[in-house]
């Protein structure tokens, strides 16, 4: 970091050097060529108050006295705090002119041309370096002045950019606490509801009962507390995949539905995007969400879950693993269907949020697919799916149907 200057410094200084320059010249016997000189030098005190003041006071100590110092002291602080082009030029004009014509005037000598050029030069420079060095110093402060104003505007950047980055993490906690936390609940509600029917110790029923109202408000809380966190932001992508494909036969046998799983996916790894494991992992939420509402909204109702491969420019119906328009390019299907909630069964009772299929459809979206969910004419509803770029491995011992 560079030392600041003591502002009574700043000031003798330049005001010592002055009077040095004076009594050097002129000798220390007092006359009209030491007075002019030292008046000039003290009027440095006030070049910053009354920049071309000072000066104007500056012109008899070097036309006079022949003093350098004050004069050039005074014209550079002029240059500094007043860079107006027309006063600058008339400035060094009058302080060339000043240095250039001799005391008294009579004793100018036309015909000395050597000595009149080397006058000119010297007076030509006296005038110009100070201004080009005040210019500079100014030109400085001013830069200075504005790293600092890019560097504070680069801290508030920083600073915005941490509250984006922030609120990208809120929102994809909030769809991880949604797509885990409730699917499990859900599940915990769902046996507790069971064990209430079916238990004959009163005790254990009443138990049941406890542990079936603490999961109804517990995902009651956890749908307000999605709601704040995804009014914090967007996402950008996705956080490092767990679940894949080869979960979703174990996903499904722990759901206690009626569930047909159908799987059809050739061999093969990504073709091209890096990102097979957020496709398989979006997958695997979509199915588990879909399930979950299911669990919500259709109690008793059969589902059936399809997980299929084509290529892109097939037909959309069910032809699948096929190249429909010759092309390499493929994408992964997920359909989730299910049939009109069983009049007998009794509904859980679990709160809604409607977070699930926008957190699912924003999944498909950022890796390039559609999502839809729509009711059918039974009475059912379906989810669909299209995500683009994978071929996945299938899993091992894939049953075509489980409960």
């Known amino acids: 970091m560079t030392a600041r200057v003591p502002p009574c410094a700043s000031l003798l200084v330049p005001m010592a050097l002055a009077v040095a320059d004076a ?51 005074a014209l550079y602080t002029v240059a500094a705090r007043r ?22 005037v009579s004793d100018f000598e036309p015909t000395a041309y050597r000595e009149n050029t080397l006058n000119l030069i010297d007076a030509s420079v006296t005038s110009v370096a100070p201004i080009g060095l005040g210019l500079l110093v100014r030109t400085r402060g001013e830069l200075a002045a504005r790293i600092e104003d890019l560097t504070r505007s680069r801290r508030h950047a920083d600073e915005l950019l941490a509250h984006k980055v922030l609120s990208t993490e809120r929102a994809r906690l909030a769809r991880e606490m949604h797509d885990v936390v409730a699917h499990q609940v859900s599940l915990i509600s769902l046996q507790a509801g069971a064990v209430q029917i079916s238990a004959a110790d009163a005790q254990a ?51 206690a539905l009626d569930v047909d799983y159908e799987a059809d996916y050739g061999e093969g790894v990504l073709e091209g995007l890096g990102q097979s494991e957020a496709v398989e992992r979006a997958v695997f939420r979509i199915v588990q969400e879909a399930l979950t509402n299911v669990r919500k909204h259709a109690p008793g109702a059969r589902v059936r879950v399809r997980v299929s491969e084509a290529g892109v420019g097939s037909a959309a119906g069910g032809g699948v693993g096929t190249e429909g328009d010759g092309t390499d390019a493929r994408e992964l299907r997920v359909e989730v269907r299910n049939g009109a909630p069983d009049a007998t069964a009794t509904a859980p009772g679990l709160p809604g949020g409607g977070h699930g299929l926008i957190g699912l459809r924003e999944r498909a979206q950022l890796l390039g697919g559609t999502l839809e969910a729509n009711p059918l004419p039974d009475g059912g509803f379906a989810v669909r799916a299209r995500l683009p770029g994978v071929r996945p491995a299938p899993p091992p011992g894939i049953s075509t149907a489980s409960e």
């Open 83 to 104: 860079p107006d082009r027309r006063l600058l030029a008339v400035s060094a004009l009058l302080l060339a002119a000043a240095h250039f014509v001799p005391w008294p």
């Open 205 to 255: 029923r009443e138990s049941a009962r406890t542990i079936r109202e603490l999961s109804v408000r517990t995902l009651d809380e956890l749908r307000h507390m999605v709601g704040v966190l995804r009014a914090a932001g967007g996402d950008l992508e996705e956080l490092t995949p767990q679940p894949c494909l080869a979960d979703l036969p174990r996903l499904i046998e722990l759901s």
């Open 23 to 73: 009594l050097l010249v002129n000798g220390v016997t007092p006359g009209l060529e030491l007075d002019v000189s030292l008046v000039a030098a003290a009027a440095l005190l006030l070049r910053r108050r009354l920049p071309l003041t000072v000066f104007l006071a500056t012109l008899p100590g070097i036309l006079i006295g022949y003093i350098w110092f004050a004069p050039m002291i």
